[in-house]
């Protein structure tokens, strides 16, 4: 073979290969043209149903999963324009799982002073979190309840575990006074499911099973939610929450909490505890994914579902389609349209019939989980239950496609059964 021969073959087959993706975008521009339009014709009933029946399944899966993952997140430690979270390498965010053996941040007094002389930095606290029997009364049963130790700051009051620090003294007074019995103030900040379980009030004074004492200096409204429920929570001072836990020789805290306007102190956070991950605001959503079962539940039978559902309708509405639709099948056979890119035709409307109700869907789940939140809040006077993720848009559109791809096989078989004389001849 000549040179010249090697060419041309060459140049056959770029003209080939050329005509080939020619020939599939004509086909995708006639595909996604015709089923549009159809969609603006009043006949187009059935096609209607398909995209109704894919938006209303997708919507709902957003909605549902917004919720599960405002569920999630709210089992994490949080406060007011808090915009950093340091934890262990080895821990996690969600310390409402806490346990006696969960890695922890050691010297957190002398490293969190550290943190606020720096300008930079609106206020720091470390956060240890751990469940402790108390009892109201010495008659009374123990109960168990979260309590969580803070350091407040001086200069704001922030929300903290969705309880207001402005009760407790500012700082550390007993860690302060090199943990002096004197200097234990025994302040502790309820919420409402503390003191419903321990049937106790402001004022009152709750003892531990090592017999120290905290009063309840404030019942707050706020309320802890995790994925099972309103969790009993109370703040106290970090130090005396370490004296009843053993965690006071370490200096012990599950995380520390930082407020900062500059994204520069990343680093200095970085510097100063350098076996740790920061994690940042935008960050926190996704590291901060529940060990309850509830959510992740929540989750997997709303994809499921809506799955199910959504294959299950579009394939038969638009198998129904299909076979309405017949006589224009022949058509394009008749005119020289081969088996194969009349399915290609037919699945390609299949999918695009699925991505529009996959966006309208994704919008309409969306503002579910705004009626959702607004709906408790009317009603119920419960927190926000979902929040809005950028990450519902692209999870809602590729459902939708996973959604029309998997309902592609009945309505391309029923197009292939179609044969030019049966069809013409009625």
Same mark, same amino acid.
């Given at each position: 073979?000549?040179?010249?021969d090697?060419?041309?073959?060459?140049?056959?087959?770029?003209?080939?290969?050329?005509?080939?993706?020619?020939?599939?975008?004509?086909?995708?521009?006639?595909?996604?043209?015709?089923?549009?339009?159809?969609?603006?014709?009043p006949?187009?009933?059935?096609i209607t149903?398909?995209?109704?029946?894919?938006?209303?399944?997708?919507?709902?899966?957003?909605?549902?999963?917004?919720?599960?993952?405002g569920?999630?997140t709210?089992?994490?430690?949080?406060?007011?324009?808090?915009?950093?979270?340091?934890?262990?390498?080895?821990?996690?965010?969600?310390?409402?799982?806490?346990?006696?053996?969960?890695?922890?941040l050691?010297?957190?007094?002398?490293?969190?002073?550290r943190?606020?002389?720096?300008?930079?930095?609106?206020?720091?606290?470390p956060?240890l979190?751990?469940?402790?029997?108390?009892?109201?009364?010495?008659?009374t049963?123990?109960?168990?309840?979260?309590l969580v130790?803070? &350091?407040?700051?001086?200069?704001?009051?922030?929300?903290?575990?969705s309880?207001?620090?402005?009760?407790?003294?500012?700082g550390?007074?007993?860690?302060?006074?090199n943990?002096?019995?004197?200097?234990?103030?025994?302040?502790?900040?309820?919420?409402?499911a503390?003191?419903?379980?321990?049937?106790?009030?402001?004022?009152?004074?709750?003892?531990?099973?090592?017999?120290q004492?905290?009063?309840?200096?404030?019942?707050?409204?706020?309320?802890?939610r995790?994925?099972?429920?309103?969790?009993?929570?109370?703040?106290?001072?970090?130090?005396?929450?370490?004296?009843?836990?053993?965690?006071?020789?370490?200096?012990?805290?599950?995380?520390?909490?930082?407020?900062?306007?500059?994204?520069?102190v990343?680093?200095?956070?970085e510097? &100063?505890?350098?076996?740790?991950d920061?994690?940042?605001?935008t960050?926190?959503?996704?590291?901060t994914?529940?060990?309850?079962?509830?959510?992740?539940?929540?989750? &997997?039978?709303?994809?499921?579902?809506?799955?199910?559902?959504?294959?299950?309708?579009?394939?038969?509405?638009?198998?129904?389609e299909?076979?309405?639709?017949?006589?224009?099948i022949?058509i394009?056979?008749?005119v020289?349209?081969?088996?194969r890119?009349?399915?290609?035709?037919?699945?390609?409307?299949?999918?695009?019939?699925c991505l529009?109700?996959g966006?309208?869907?994704?919008?309409?789940?969306?503002?579910?989980?705004?009626?959702?939140?607004?709906?408790?809040?009317q009603a119920?006077?419960?927190?926000?239950?979902?929040i809005?993720?950028?990450?519902?848009?692209?999870?809602? &559109?590729?459902t939708?496609?996973?959604?029309g791809?998997l309902?592609l096989?009945?309505?391309?078989?029923?197009?292939?059964?179609?044969?030019i004389?049966?069809?013409?001849?009625?």
């Open positions: 073979m000549t040179d010249d090697n060419t041309h073959t060459d140049a056959d087959i770029n003209v080939s290969g050329k005509s080939r993706t020619r020939r599939i975008l004509t086909l995708s521009t006639f595909a996604v043209a015709r089923i549009l339009n159809r969609l603006r014709t006949g187009a009933r059935r149903l398909t995209l109704a029946g894919v938006m209303i399944a997708i919507a709902l899966m957003t909605t549902v999963s917004g919720v599960a993952l569920l999630a709210q089992s994490a430690v949080q406060g007011d324009n808090v915009d950093y979270w340091v934890v262990p390498e080895t821990g996690n965010l969600n310390t409402i799982a806490v346990s006696t053996e969960q890695t922890r050691g010297d957190t007094h002398e490293l969190t002073s943190l606020t002389r720096n300008d930079r930095v609106q206020y720091a606290t956060v979190s751990q469940v402790i029997p108390v009892q109201a009364k010495p008659s049963t123990r109960e168990y309840i979260l130790g803070v &350091i407040p700051p001086a200069e704001s009051n922030p929300t903290i575990a309880l207001p620090t402005a009760e407790l003294t500012p550390d007074p007993y860690f302060e006074s943990h002096s019995t004197d200097s234990w103030t025994g302040e502790l900040v309820a919420s409402q503390a003191t419903s379980v321990l049937n106790a009030s402001a004022g009152e004074t709750i003892m531990t099973s090592g017999e004492t905290f009063t309840i200096t404030d019942v707050a409204d706020g309320e802890l995790t994925g099972v429920g309103t969790a009993p929570v109370a703040l106290v001072h970090l130090s005396e929450l370490q004296a009843i836990t053993g965690a006071a020789d370490s200096d012990a805290a599950s995380q520390i909490l930082v407020s900062s306007n500059d994204q520069r990343r680093s200095t956070i510097g &100063i505890y350098p076996q740790t920061v994690v940042t605001r960050g926190f959503a996704s590291q994914v529940s060990t309850s079962s509830l959510p992740v539940a929540m989750g &997997i039978a709303a994809f499921v579902i809506s799955l199910i559902i959504g294959v299950l309708f579009t394939a038969t509405t638009m198998g129904l299909i076979t309405h639709d017949r006589q224009f022949a394009l056979s008749a020289g349209y081969t088996e890119s009349i399915g290609f035709v037919v699945a390609l409307q299949v999918v695009t019939v529009v109700g966006v309208a869907g994704t919008v309409l789940g969306i503002g579910g989980i705004y009626a959702t939140n607004a709906l408790l809040a119920l006077s419960l927190p926000a239950a979902g809005i993720d950028l990450r519902l848009i692209p999870y809602g &559109i590729m939708a496609l996973l959604i791809v309902s096989p009945y309505p391309v078989w029923l197009a292939r059964r179609t044969t004389t049966e069809t013409l001849r009625l």
